[in-house]
């Protein structure tokens, strides 16, 4: 197992440069760069705009400036922002833990409402109760995340039973304690709900889908014609199997955890890293985006590897060598 | 959810979004009263000291550094911290005096002594003096380490300023020859000697001030001072108690205790949050007019129209002989064409289809916010497709079958950009796009990315005809780049070596004059008669001009609308009524 974990690290770093490597070469098939915007503007030069792209190292070949990149990155040194000119890293981690404490928490929703209820309406399938969380399911799924959070925020706007944006109010430093965790709290519950609710549906489907289909395996009947009490199947029998993909999902999830969320915390105006790579995307600033996409892919390997660990826990078919 | 390979197509995606919204506006806007008369503020009352004001904007701030980032969601910001040595009057469009109490001038218009006001105080309790001004002139702005655009405005044919001290108070501007923009390029920020110094001798100047930077460093003159900020949340700025400015009676400006920026990224949330009166002031787009306007009284608030703003619209031909078929060449530089296709761009209907009948039709090259310089007695072109019909003939164009032909026998037909992620560029091409199609004119209308609309009017030229837009401002000596045969944004035919036209030339000629004539009522008649000519040859064709909104809760005082600064003229005159 430990020699397994050790391979798969390994196996992390071409792929890490596989991975920087065509998205630093995307950012640069785009047209223009960071200093285009400026181009358009009657006050500056074009005298001004290359002595700045010189001093961004933008004039360079872009493999030479991918190469600096990566000898950062070695370094821990993911460069800086051309837009706010300080460090890339000071610049994520003021913004990843607001982004974590948002994107988990719909997980945990979502997750959390998605398994019994999946397994719920698998068991009483074409029950009414069935069915309107089906028309549910499929409404989530269908209507965008941008338009429920837009909801949400009118929702709160017309209600006043909830602040429309941001993650604390304005007279945070004067609350105590624990007041301080309640305005916390009251703050996350609405963008959290939209985006759990956005993720609950299809975990729902695929939860119910994969249920039935191992309500239908012969050895399942096999298990019912021995005579095994009915709970006992649904839970050491078909449960089990039926969550494997599921725990392969799972992996993603780790992996969206840290971009997930951009649109939601746009209209939440949820102080978040999605907002942030979002603007850098749009401005071309070039090591913030690098810098985000870096850690959104170690999260990707890392929850994948995850997965795959659960996976062999759970199922004794599945031996890590 | 979105994943992370999605970040690559959100562009895409943004495009729906702005789609479903401007459904959902369109819902909330059907059977909506258009155009009201503006309010008049009510009588005056005595101010009072206290309160704080909400606001928001769209973006975090950048840096608190102002020589280094120029964007708006930090000026925003900085323009409370700092303070140039001029200012523009918002009401008269004038320049006054702020860090520096009064000036003149040599007879030759060389050089100009200033005379700096002696009771202004750095943040940190130390004195305000000519070392100040002398050090952000010579080691910041024309430091050529410094990547600031500040330098291109400070420049005179190639020469920088020279900038010296006098004495304590008084600080003297040298410059090559008489230059009349120096007041306007004066307004730009003074920065504390005492505390940059050691990082400019240091070479850490650049990424200094960033935003994550204690907020008690960031030391200006200004009314306000940072006293909080948190990343993507908020700004909280705090009175400067030592303030130099007082009101009428001798009390200490300013009123208010603290602002309070929000950070809100969508504007739709942030129409919200005002509704729901946890911001003070906001600035409204055209499509929530209708929206906004029946809660006025219940919100307690007032919106006010302050008239027409920098902002332009216009459409251009590529005039640049490298670039394009010869055929076309000669319908783009025939100066009946392009009249005869300002006739056909239909700004009434721009007005009331895009624009939510907030704009005003634009035919000068200077907005009507520009007060001042700006000539109302110009030729106008209104929509008439009749009399573009009768230019067209003049110019030897002929239709036939629905279809127009130069006198070569070319069908008339062309392709028009302009950048996709601006909406209403995007909507005035297509009104433009169907008139000329009554002409027998066929247009390719073909929105493009930004970046590579750039590239095409910067590097490559491979382009026929572009919807863009500038936003100008007071002086009309920075339209210079624009409107010189040599600049670079002289889009239509860049960087010529010298006027290809006689009315290129006589341009150049005026905005040379322009930049050395001291005396106001002459430097007016100059720029007046380069509206003219831009009027008549119209290497640009305008379209509208988008009317500013902003609506303020009533329990604010020292509201006053003007085109230049929104309805706060002074934010240290702003009070809270009781």
């Not at chain 2, 994943?3 to 819902?27: A, D, P, V």
């Not at chain 2, 950009?417 to 008139?435: L, P, Y």
């Not at chain 2, 509206?531 to 509201?559: C, D, H, M, S």
Request: aromatic share 12%.
């Amino acid at each position: 197992m430990i020699r397994y974990i050790l391979h798969r690290f390994i196996n992390m770093i071409p792929l890490l440069f596989g991975i920087t490597f065509l998205s630093f070469g995307i950012m640069k098939l785009a047209p223009g760069d960071f200093l285009s915007q400026m181009a358009l503007n009657p006050l500056i030069s074009s005298e001004t705009i290359e002595l700045m792209r010189k001093q961004f190292g933008l004039d360079q070949p872009w493999p030479i400036q991918y190469l600096k990149w990566l000898w950062g990155i070695i370094h821990f040194d993911f460069g800086y922002s051309f837009t706010y000119r300080v460090p890339v890293a000071t610049l994520i981690t003021e913004r990843v833990l607001n982004t974590l404490l948002l994107t988990s928490t719909a997980a945990i929703l979502a997750w959390l409402l998605a398994l019994p209820l999946g397994v719920y309406t698998a068991l009483w399938r074409k029950s009414l109760f069935d069915q309107i969380l089906s028309f549910f399911s499929f409404a989530t799924i269908s209507v965008p995340t941008f338009f429920l959070a837009l909801l949400g925020v009118f929702f709160a706007a017309k209600t006043g039973w909830f602040p429309t944006g941001g993650a604390i109010s304005i007279n945070y430093a004067a609350l105590s304690p624990f007041d301080k965790l309640c305005d916390r709290f009251h703050h996350l519950i609405l963008p959290a709900m939209v985006l759990g609710i956005g993720g609950l549906g299809s975990l729902l489907r695929i939860v119910r889908t994969n249920f039935l289909e191992m309500m239908r395996q012969p050895f399942i009947m096999t298990a019912k014609a021995k005579g095994l009490h009915s709970n006992t199947v649904t839970w050491r029998h078909i449960f089990p199997n039926a969550i494997n993909p599921l725990i392969t999902l799972l992996g993603f999830e780790i992996a969206g955890l840290l971009s997930g969320a951009a649109f939601t915390e746009i209209i939440f105006a949820w102080p978040g890293l999605g907002r942030l790579i979002l603007e850098a995307v749009m401005s071309q600033d070039l090591y913030l985006v690098m810098g985000s996409l870096f850690m959104g892919a170690i999260l990707l390997i890392l929850g994948n590897l995850l997965a795959d660990i659960l996976l062999a826990t759970i199922d004794p078919r599945i031996k890590l060598r | 959810m979105l994943n992370l390979t999605s970040i690559f197509i959100i562009s895409g995606r943004l495009e729906t979004i702005k789609y479903f919204i401007f459904i959902i506006s369109l819902i909330f806007l059907l059977g909506c009263p258009k155009k009201e008369k503006i309010p008049v503020l009510k009588g005056s009352e005595t101010p009072t000291y206290g309160g704080s004001f909400v606001l928001d904007s769209i973006s975090d701030p950048k840096s608190f550094n102002p020589v280094i980032a120029k964007e708006t969601s930090t000026t925003m910001i900085t323009d409370f911290l700092f303070e140039g040595l001029t200012q523009i009057n918002p009401f008269t469009t004038d320049m006054e005096p702020r860090l520096a109490r009064s000036w003149e001038y040599s007879p030759d218009g060389k050089i100009w002594t200033f005379h700096l006001r002696e009771n202004v105080k750095w943040f940190d309790g130390r004195q305000f003096t000519a070392d100040d001004v002398v050090f952000t002139y010579n080691d910041l702005y024309y430091n050529p380490d410094i990547p600031t655009s500040a330098r291109d405005i400070l420049t005179i044919d190639g020469k920088r300023i020279k900038v010296e001290k006098v004495d304590t108070y008084t600080v003297r501007f040298i410059m090559p020859k008489p230059f009349a923009p120096l007041l306007f390029a004066l307004g730009m920020e003074i920065m504390p000697k005492h505390i940059l110094e050691p990082m400019v001798k240091a070479k850490t100047f650049n990424s200094a001030w960033g935003v994550n930077t204690p907020p008690d460093k960031i030391t200006g003159t200004g009314p306000f001072m940072i006293s909080e900020y948190i990343p993507s949340q908020r700004v909280v700025l705090k009175r400067n108690p030592n303030y130099w400015r007082t009101d009428k009676t001798g009390n200490g400006l300013p009123y208010l205790d603290s602002i309070v920026i929000l950070i809100v990224p969508d504007q739709n949330s942030s129409l919200l949050k005002f509704q729901a009166g946890e911001t003070d002031m906001i600035s409204i787009r055209g499509e929530d007019y209708a929206v906004i306007k029946p809660t006025e009284a219940k919100g307690n608030f007032t919106i006010y129209n302050t008239g027409p703003t920098f902002s332009t619209t216009f459409l251009f031909f590529n005039q640049n002989p490298k670039a394009i078929p010869q055929y076309k060449l000669r319908w783009f530089t025939n100066k009946k064409f392009r009249q005869a296709i300002a006739h056909s761009v239909d700004k009434e209907t721009i007005i009331n289809n895009v624009m939510a009948g907030l704009a005003f039709p634009q035919d000068s090259a200077l907005t009507p916010a520009s007060k001042f310089f700006y000539n109302p007695d110009i030729r106008k072109y209104e929509y008439n497709l009749d009399k573009a019909k009768s230019l067209l003939q003049e110019a030897g164009f002929k239709n036939k079958g629905g279809r127009l032909y130069d006198s070569e026998g070319h069908h008339v037909e062309f392709t028009l950009f302009t950048n996709s992620e601006n909406n209403q560029r995007v909507n005035i091409g297509n009104i433009i796009k169907s008139d000329l199609d009554k002409l027998g004119i066929k247009v390719n209308f073909v929105p493009i990315q930004f970046n590579t609309m750039v590239t095409k009017l910067d590097a490559t030229f491979d382009w026929e005809a572009i919807i863009i837009g500038l936003t100008g401002g007071v002086e009309p000596h920075n339209g210079r780049n624009v409107w010189h045969s040599s600049g670079q944004l002289h889009m239509w035919n860049p960087r010529q070596a010298k006027p290809v036209t006689t009315w290129e030339a006589e341009i150049d000629r005026l905005f040379e004059d322009g930049a050395t004539e001291l005396d106001k009522e002459k430097r007016k008649k100059i720029y007046h008669r380069w509206q003219e000519i831009a009027a008549e040859e119209l290497p640009v064709i305008y379209t509208v001009t988008p009317a500013a909104l902003y609506a303020v809760r009533n329990k604010f005082g020292g509201i006053k609308p003007t085109s230049l600064a929104g309805v706060i003229p002074y934010i240290e005159e702003v009070y809270l009524k009781k």
